[in-house]
Every structure is written in C-alpha cells, then in structure tokens.
C-alpha cells in the first residue's frame, strides 16, 4: 500500500488536513476514521478489509462500506498491475490525502495473464488464463408512474364540500366513487347549490359510519330528477303546532284555544 501524504507534515505525528480529511462533510463518520487510519500507515503497509476488521469494533461490512466511500471519493485507488518479471496480475492500493481527480483509474478493469512456455516448473504452455469475473449491476425498477385521475364537476363539488366541511372531506378512491354519483344527480338536472345543501347537513352525535358511506347514503335518498321535472317526490310531512283546549266548566269545556291554561270567549 502506498501512503501519499502532504509533505509538509513532519514524521511522527497524523497531521490531517480540514478541508479534505476531517471537516469534508460529504464523507461519513466511518469514512473519515478510517482515512485517518490509512493516512497514519507508513508506506508498504498491507492492509485489507479483514485486517482492518479486525483492529476496530465494526464489523467487515461497515469497514467494506467506508473503503467503498472513500474509493468513490478518490481518496483510495485500487489499480490493476502486471508483474513485468511473473506476468502474474496484482491489485496496487494507494490512499491520497488529496483526493485524485481523475474518477477513471479506479474503473481499470483486470488485465488477464496470456499463457506462455516458459521454464520447467514455471508452468504448462497452453494452460487456461485468469477468468475475469464481470459483477452486473442490478438495474433499478422503474415503477409505473401513477394516473392523476381527471378532475370532474363531481370532485370538485365534494372537494369544496371538504374545504368548507373538514369533517366531511374525502380522497382518493371513496371521492371518485362518490363523486360518480354527484356527476349522474348533476346530469339530471340537480344544480350544485341543492346538492351542497344536501351533503353538507351536519354529521350525527354518534357516527357509526365512514364518511364515504354517510355521503353515499345521503346521495342514494336524493331522487335521480329534482320536483317538477317529471318525478313525484314525496313531501315531508310537517308536524302541526300543538292543539290546545279550553279547561272551563271545570274540564268539561273542551274548545280549541291559542295557548294553553287560556279560557275560550264563552267561558271568558
């Protein structure tokens, strides 16, 4: 491992620099813990992710994922080299103080070994070469975009019922449900200030009921055409006031009176 390091810190001490190592925000905690670490290493160090584990107290996957920061971040570059004497393919680790500009090194990919005769015990002619192992990334779903369902005459209504009435508001599902049997009343002939005076009566003391069922029960008991239109709708009986009799000739009179306790003109 080679350690690359400002020169003008002197030796003996982790001196490390704000900016990049120790206040560089987009790096995490971990991260930077362990660039301080690997910035303290002398140069030759050999240092991977089972080592490291085990000189600290998280575990391999919280080690892997700080290098794979700081690999991202250019502060530690794995490059693939040839042995010019073996042929044999290594992987050379550097740690930069400096992080390297240059994203690029880091996706070098391996260069395999091409077989050769050489020397008795060096190897067989032919032999096969190192396989070069291809990681595919798993592509990221793309979920459907969900429909915005059309704005109708419907939802508006009970969408401004809601605003007025919080307690009656509704969304999603239950307001194009509701707001399809809005449309067929307004297709009718209904207009939106009759049917807004309907939905909006105030709840019950005790609801047993969703606000969807209570709306939709009250849009089932408005007929299909408003009066006059050529449906007959059955008024609402009025209750008549209360009848209240004259209490003369000691109970036995008997007629209609305005109030109550007060005599007739024949008793008066």
Excluded at 213 to 237: D, H, N, Q, S
Aim: aromatic share 2%; proline share 9%.
């Amino acid at each position: 491992m080679q350690i690359n390091r400002i020169p003008k810190h002197a030796p003996g001490y982790t001196i490390l620099d704000n900016g990049h190592v120790v206040r560089k925000h987009s790096l995490s905690w971990a991260a930077r813990g362990l660039l301080g670490y690997l910035l303290s290493l002398p140069n030759g160090a050999r240092e991977d992710v089972r080592t490291l584990a085990a000189k600290s107290v998280e575990g391999r996957a919280t080690v892997a994922r700080a290098l794979r920061e700081l690999e991202a971040a250019g502060h530690y570059v794995r490059r693939t080299v040839r042995d010019p004497v073996t042929g044999r393919v290594r992987t050379a680790v550097s740690v930069h103080e400096v992080p390297l500009a240059d994203k690029a090194v880091h996706a070098l990919p391996p260069v395999p070994v091409t077989p050769a005769a050489g020397p008795s015990g060096a190897g067989k002619a032919g032999s096969a070469s190192l396989r070069v192992r291809t990681v595919r990334r798993k592509e990221p779903s793309v979920h459907p975009v969900a429909t915005v369902p059309r704005m109708t005459e419907g939802m508006g209504l009970l969408i401004e019922l809601g605003s007025r009435e919080p307690a009656l508001a509704l969304a999603g599902k239950p307001l194009s449900d509701q707001a399809a049997r809005v449309e067929g009343l307004l297709a009718g002939g209904w207009s939106a200030d009759a049917l807004m005076g309907i939905l909006a009566a105030p709840l019950p003391g005790k609801v047993t009921h969703s606000v969807a069922a209570i709306l939709g029960g009250r849009l089932t008991k408005v007929p299909p055409v408003p009066m006059g239109r050529g449906t007959a709708v059955k008024p609402v009986a009025v209750p008549r006031p209360r009848r209240h009799e004259c209490a003369g000739r000691d109970g036995l009179c008997g007629r209609p009176v305005g109030g109550a306790g007060e005599p007739c003109s024949g008793c008066r």
